[in-house]
């Protein structure tokens, strides 16, 4: 059965899924599809209860990360059983209820998908056996809960109340999140039931004040326990079903969840006891006293429900496994009293336009039957006896006299408990008497009546259920309350009776003060509320708001102090890290000389090496004459490749000197469309202070590559000789290494060639026309513009350097050429066409789709590499073989050629999309009345 | 010879930083290319100075590293295409934008661009 589990979570996406693509179904529809989800959940439960009311752990699991202690686990037994039955059966009803609540303009299948988004996170949160897992879920809930609370997100009020609430959800979410991972250390694994039975061991470790401060964090944030109980009456902004479900039956309750779900682990220790008993009491109290200021219903439900979150927390912190029996009671109770108030809220506030109690009044004349309903429940919050609520309050009175937390003073508890009672008691009597009674209804929009008949359903379900756990609280669900607590407590409670009837005795006693001083207090109200008055309050609202906008400031601030830009300013930034990072390690060596034979210097090279030097030079210094400049710099690159001729790198060479003539003739391109001169513009401290950067630059470079050339050091290339004619047919061992050992990397590569190149073409289209006619001196541009003599040798060389670049092609595995050699000089080689002839004449002689080329290069490798899968070998493993042919003798035939014809065509096609597109725009461009601009 | 190539690694670094530093687009073109000369030879010569030792099996008693050799070959080639892209976006922005600074200037600092 435990197979099952996953279904349970995966239900809730199906609908998602089915919501989101099928947008246009009718409202029943849609209601319909989202049903599923809790319904089939439930059936799917169902099967298992009798197991799991017998003590009976359900458990599936899969790898994930098991280095990390990750598994996917979902472990099903009798508390979780219980918190999934809430979960289903509230999301159930709510479902139901939210048909009627929203309007027609409201976006359905938004709503529901992001109420069922939350009932599964709640789900995997309560399914979780593996606490990182768990955590996942928890921000799913947050997250979720913020999509809720926005739903209306053209009231700013909705999106201001989801922001805090994120805010601090996630915010404590994050501190749970070390704190369970402080926890999964200190027991050795993330699972829960190894964490569940190492609590003495967790309980002795050092760490463990942290470990409880930080998920007590995470846990009073979700349940909205004092100080942090703030963010949940600005959360009253959702739609009421979403207040029902969230933030008052399931997702507060996550909170206290997690400390039951922990409680074998974590709690049982003084700083535990005094920590949660205090944060329970004070949100009880607070909770409580501001229920009875709110004017808007939903406020002072929300007030209530913090004081009765804060009660369950308060129950957990004492010192008496009955009290944790206790605590589950009441959020089975609590959910049900409080989901009904809710739907009531939400009814009242859709028949009068209206949440204000000072507005709406004497609704028992409108509405008796939804009156009375809402009065039931509204008794049961209270504690009304032959209800549910008055039920758990006794279990909870009679644990705060057997409780020795607050040591001499815990005789103060039993008496500020009766208080918060009372409070309840005054709070509960004006829900009932401020909307039903109190005379007539002020200032209405609208005349109220009874919602339509479906709406009130899911209320009716929820109040007999009051009443039937009121009465026969045994019956009902006093097994699923025993092996639930079982199962939290991870041993049987002491024994305990849930009756109605348990003779005369102090909690009775209590209940009774609580029940005569409330109404008297209700009476009196109007002093209290003077008194009340006279406190100068800010609402947590604005205060958060203008935090966040003081961090808003503050951030563009920075942004605009960091982001000045300035391209300058942030080379410069960049190069001056660079520059300490690598320069600070030079300053602890003693000496650059390294263990390394050196080279003897020859004329060649020195020679070589200078005029690259020069040259390089001297392209800084006419760096504002541009076409010298590019001169200058060819002379460089040309430099270049004859020093890696000198240095063994003929493949280096070939690709540096093809590679030079495109550069030439993009930059000419270049100078084309951009000035030909640079103004002087750079100022003496600029000037000045570019070249202590440049000259740091050169320093920290040189000295590293100094030390780099001078040291051995261990390399992998042996094993790239040893296997290059063994693995990978070809005796050029760079080649081997391109197109064979690193053959991934290579079609990477070429694959981001092809898409600069795409780039560029894109950046080229629809260019607003720009005409220069003459040069930077005022001559026009040369009417002989292709001559006769560059024609003539150009076209003669076509089929010369053709075949060059086959040979350089077929040879490359074995001797110095290959794919990007062979692309390199047929670009060229087209490209020479180009300019000799002019784009006009090339075109009908030379009809090639670029990007053809392109995809089709990076598909043949694609391929060659896929063709591997068909032998059941890994992605690009080649493949090789040796064949007699007659006359031409021993060929060998390798699977790498087909991939070098890939880079091939790539190269080809990128460089002429790149060089071609852009000489085009010359042409189109070119003025065709000379001396008329 | 090390000394010198060192050397040389380290100028060509300096002038393409110079370069970069610039204000017109032109010069940073001619910076990036500086530099990638500056950064390949810098990888190039990390398998160490190696004279008629071509990575070619059976052509010689003893091989140079052909690791840095790959590296830099497909470095080369790629840092043509950003060249070209940088080159083309810079062309796009002087039609767009009438001059050829590469810093954003807000409008009432523009001066003599």
């Given amino acids: 059965m435990a197979l099952l589990l996953p279904w349970i979570l995966s239900i809730p996406l199906f609908s ?68 999934s039955l809430l979960i289903f059966g509230i999301g159930l009803l709510v479902i139901f209820y939210a048909r009627y609540y929203l309007s027609a303009s409201d976006p359905m299948p938004r709503f529901y998908a992001s109420l069922l988004l939350f009932m599964l996170a709640m789900l995997g949160i309560v399914l979780s056996g593996n606490v990182l897992q768990l955590w996942m879920f928890w921000e799913l809930t947050s997250i979720s809960s913020f999509l809720l609370i926005s739903y209306w997100s053209h009231r700013s009020d909705a999106r201001k109340g989801a922001r805090l609430a994120l805010t601090v959800t996630a915010a404590g979410g994050l501190a749970l999140l070390v704190g369970l991972i402080l926890l999964g250390q200190v027991a050795g694994s993330y699972q829960l039931d190894v964490i569940l039975s190492k609590g003495p061991q967790i309980i002795a470790d050092a760490q463990y004040p942290l470990i409880l401060v930080l998920i007590l964090l995470g846990a009073f944030t979700k349940s909205a326990q004092f100080p942090f109980h703030f963010w949940l009456p600005n959360a009253m902004a959702a739609p009421t079903p979403v207040s029902a479900y969230l933030h008052s039956a399931t997702m507060v309750k996550a909170g206290i969840f997690l ?61 008496t496994d009955l009290a944790t029996v206790a605590a589950i009671f009441h959020i089975i109770n609590h959910a049900v009293f409080k989901a009904s108030l809710f739907m009531a809220a939400g009814i009242i506030d859709h028949e009068t336009g209206s949440r204000d109690m000072r507005k709406i009044n004497g609704l028992w004349h409108f509405m008796p039957v939804t009156a009375s309903l809402a009065m039931v429940a509204a008794a049961s919050m209270a504690g009304v006896p032959l209800l549910n609520g008055f039920l758990s309050k006794e279990m909870f009175f009679s644990q705060t006299l057997h409780q020795s937390v607050l040591g001499a003073l815990s005789w103060l508890l039993p008496l500020l408990a009766t208080l918060a009672a009372v409070f309840s008691v005054a709070y509960s009597a004006r829900f009932i008497h401020d909307v039903f009674f109190n005379g007539k209804p002020i200032g209405l929009d609208k005349i109220p009546h009874e919602p339509p008949r479906y709406m009130r359903v899911p209320m009716e379900v929820l109040v007999a259920l009051c009443i039937g756990v009121g009465v026969f609280p045994q019956w009902l669900v006093g097994d699923i309350l025993l092996a639930a607590s079982t199962a939290a407590l991870q041993q049987t409670p002491p024994a305990y009776s849930l009756a109605l009837w348990h003779g005369l005795n102090l909690p009775l006693l209590m209940s009774v003060v609580a ?57 410069a930034a960049m190069l001056w890290a660079m520059v300490l990072l690598a320069g600070y390690p030079l300053l602890q060596l003693n000496s650059l000389q390294g263990e390394r034979g050196l080279l003897p210097t020859d004329w060649f090279s020195a020679v070589l090496v200078v005029i690259m030097v020069l040259a390089a030079m001297a392209t800084v210094i006419w760096q504002r004459q541009r076409l010298l400049a590019l001169i200058m710099i060819s002379v460089v690159g040309l430099m270049l490749s004859l020093l890696f001729i000198r240095f063994s790198a003929p493949d280096l060479a070939l690709t540096q000197l093809a590679v030079e003539v495109a550069t030439a003739v993009l930059l000419m391109l270049a100078l084309y469309f951009l000035p030909h001169r640079s103004p002087k513009q750079s100022a003496h401290a600029t000037l000045l202070r570019d070249l202590i950067l440049a000259g740091s630059c050169a320093i920290v470079v040189g000295s590293l590559a100094y030390l780099m050339l001078t040291h051995q050091a261990d390399s992998v290339s042996a094993y790239f000789l040893a296997n290059a004619k063994s693995g990978g047919g070809g005796t050029n061992v760079v080649n081997v290494i391109l197109v064979d050992f690193r053959g991934f990397d290579t079609f990477g590569e070429i694959t981001v060639l092809g898409i600069a190149a795409l780039g560029i073409y894109k950046l080229l289209t629809g260019i607003p026309r720009f005409k220069p006619s003459a040069d930077a001196d005022g001559r026009s541009w040369a009417l002989d513009a292709h001559p006769l003599m560059l024609r ?58 670029f990007s053809a080329l392109i995809a089709s290069g990076i598909l043949i490798a694609w391929l060659t590499g896929t063709a591997s899968w068909l032998f059941g070998k890994p992605f690009l493993t080649s493949w090789f073989n040796y064949f007699d042919i007659p006359l031409l003798g021993q060929i060998e035939l390798a699977s790498a050629i087909a991939f070098d014809l890939g880079v091939y065509l790539t190269v080809v096609g990128s460089t002429l999309l790149i060089l071609a597109n852009l000489g085009k725009l010359t042409t189109r461009h070119k003025p065709e009345h000379l001396g008329q601009i | 010879m090390e000394l010198l190539i060192a050397i040389a690694i380290g100028l060509l670094t300096g002038c393409g930083v110079l370069l970069i530093l ?88 523009r001066g003599g661009a």
């Avoid at chain 1, 709690?267 to 006293?289: H, I, K, P």
């Avoid at chain 1, 066409?833 to 784009?839: D, L, N, P, S």
């Fill in chain 1, 515 to 571: 029940f005569v001083a409330g109404i008297v207090l209700y009476i009196n109200r109007k002093e209290l509320f003077l008194f009340q008055a006279g406190f100068q309050s800010t609402l947590a609202i604005h205060r958060f708001e203008g935090q966040v906008q003081r961090l808003v400031q503050r951030c563009r601030q920075f942004s605009q102090w960091a982001e000045p830009g300035r391209l300058q300013w942030y080379i």
């Fill in chain 1, 259 to 319: 400390l039951i779900r922990l409680y074998p682990a974590i709690a049982g220790t003084d700083l535990w006891f005094s920590l949660v008993s205090l944060a329970g009491l004070l949100t009880l109290l607070t909770g409580a006293y501001f229920a009875l200021f709110q004017h808007d219903i939903k406020g002072l439900l929300a007030y209530s429900t913090i004081s009765h979150l804060g009660l369950i927390t308060l129950l957990l912190g004492l010192d």
């Fill in chain 1, 792 to 849: 003539v040798v150009s076209q003669g060389l076509l089929p010369l350097a053709l075949l060059v670049s086959v040979y350089l092609f077929f040879r490359g595995h074995n001797l110095p050429g290959g794919g990007f050699v062979a692309g390199l000089v047929t670009a060229v080689a087209l490209i020479m066409q180009y300019i000799a002839h002019g784009v006009d004449w090339v075109k009908p002689r030379l009809n090639l789709q």
């Fill in chain 2, 22 to 109: 610039r204000g017109r687009t032109f010069a940073v073109m001619l910076g990036l290319t500086m530099l990638s000369y500056a950064v390949n030879l810098f990888i190039f010569v990390s398998g160490g100075l190696t004279a008629g030792a071509g990575a070619v099996l059976g052509a010689s008693a003893q091989y140079a590293d052909p690791l840095p050799q790959a590296l830099v070959l497909t470095a080369i080639v790629i840092g043509f295409a950003m060249t070209a892209f940088l080159v083309v976006l810079a062309i796009r922005a002087r039609a767009e934008l009438g001059h050829d600074e590469v810093d954003l200037q807000k409008p009432n600092t």
């Fill in chain 1, 16 to 83: 998602i899924v089915i919501l989101l693509l099928f947008r246009q179904l009718s409202r029943n529809e849609q209601t319909l599809i989202a049903l599923l989800a809790p319904i089939a959940g439930l059936l799917l439960l169902a099967p298992m209860i009798p197991d799991l009311l017998q003590g009976a752990v359900f458990q599936q699991q899969w790898q994930w990360l098991p280095v990390l202690g990750l598994q996917w686990t979902f472990r099903l037994d009798a508390l979780a059983l219980l918190f």
